[in-house]
């Protein structure tokens, strides 16, 4: 079992910058994927970027390549996405989810554990 907290959600202006994290507790954190997904009001959950369990690969969304970065630190137990030039579409409620997968699956229910979610919000 993995118990996932997401934090650092916030207000940001449209060009600005968020880190979020996503600390992890329970089974070894490093041995699972890391991704971000967001869900925007009346939008589906889409995935944002997921990294590997070791660090070595990730993989962006289309719509966040070159401005979102993900990161991990496994003897922390935290995932981060670091989050630049952001647009108002960024605006979305931001979910950390682990799965124990040698690839970064792009569908959320090949996840096995859920952040409660935080709220970005970006001002034009």
């Known amino acids: 079992q993995v118990h996932l907290v997401e934090s650092g959600g916030g207000l940001v202006q449209t060009g600005g910058s968020l880190r979020l994290s996503c600390a992890a507790s329970?089974?070894?954190?490093?041995?699972?994927?890391v991704a971000w997904f967001r869900q925007a009001p009346g939008k589906e959950r889409e995935f944002v970027v997921g990294?590997?369990?070791?660090?070595?690969?990730?993989y962006y969304a289309d719509s966040v390549k070159g401005r979102f970065t993900i990161s991990r630190d496994n003897a922390k137990n935290t995932a981060y996405l670091q989050m630049n030039s952001r647009k108002p579409e960024d605006t979305a409620v931001y979910y950390c989810?682990?799965?124990?997968?040698?690839?970064?699956?792009?569908?959320?229910?090949?996840?096995?554990?859920w952040g409660q979610g935080t709220q970005v919000t970006v001002s034009s």
């Open positions: 989810a682990a799965c124990v997968r040698v690839a970064i699956p792009i569908l959320g229910n090949e996840y096995d554990y």
């Open positions: 329970g089974r070894a954190f490093s041995t699972y994927a």
């Open positions: 990294i590997s369990w070791s660090g070595n690969s990730a």
